[in-house]
Structures are given as structure tokens and as C-alpha cells.
């Protein structure tokens, strides 16, 4: 099981940058592929990121990057824009399974001007 808590959201204007985190409770985090999603208000979860592959919305402001030491995978968001405005999440799976078994709560973002 593993447990997964994202920080960083916030309300920013356009332009500006956020760098969510996710922190997940296991040991072994260093054999779970990890990715982050989101799904904007009245609308369906949507791929973000994983490492590396993005999705095209997001391609050249967004990075992705993982610290195993400190179990926590980071996405940096930049250039942000309104439509960006969404609740973030991360997820995790083991390597070789091809859904993510495991997600977070959800970390808010909103930007407007």
C-alpha cells in the first residue's frame, strides 16, 4: 500500500509558476512509476505527466522530476495559464502494471487573473 499526498497548489495569475510535491509513504518508492493528472471543474480527469511524456497541452511549462531519496515526485509548472485551473493529482503504479493503483487526495490550482 502506498500513500500519496500532494502540496504546493495555490491561486496564481497567468504567467506565473507552482511547484507541486507528492510525497508517498513507501520505502520502496524508488519501483513505482509515477505520474501526475487532473481534472478541471465539470470536466473528466486527464493525463498530465510521467517521466518522460507529457501530455501536448502542457508540453515545454511543464517538468516532471522524482528525488527517490526523499520519496516525493515533483511537477514544475510554469508559464501557467487559465486553462490550467484544475485539482492536480498524483499516482503511482508498480513498474510493470499499466494502471495506477495508487492516488493522492488532490491539491488545488487555480489561475486567474
Known amino acids: 500500500q502506498v500513500q500519496l499526498v500532494e502540496s504546493g497548489g495555490g491561486l496564481v495569475q497567468p504567467g506565473e509558476s507552482l511547484r507541486l510535491s507528492c510525497a508517498a509513504s513507501?520505502?520502496?518508492?524508488?519501483?513505482?512509476?509515477m505520474g501526475w493528472f487532473r481534472q478541471a471543474p465539470g470536466k473528466e480527469r486527464e493525463f498530465v505527466a510521467r517521466i518522460g511524456d507529457y501530455a501536448d497541452s502542457v508540453k515545454g511549462r511543464f517538468t516532471i522530476s522524482r528525488d527517490n531519496a526523499k520519496n516525493t515526485v515533483y511537477l514544475l509548472m510554469n508559464n501557467l495559464k487559465v486553462e490550467d485551473t484544475a485539482v492536480y493529482y498524483c499516482?503511482?503504479?508498480?513498474?510493470?502494471?499499466?494502471?495506477?493503483?495508487?492516488w493522492g487526495q488532490g491539491t488545488e490550482v487555480t489561475v486567474s487573473s
Open positions: 513507501s520505502s520502496i518508492f524508488s519501483l513505482y512509476a
Open positions: 499516482a503511482a503504479k508498480h513498474q510493470l502494471s499499466p494502471q495506477y493503483a495508487y
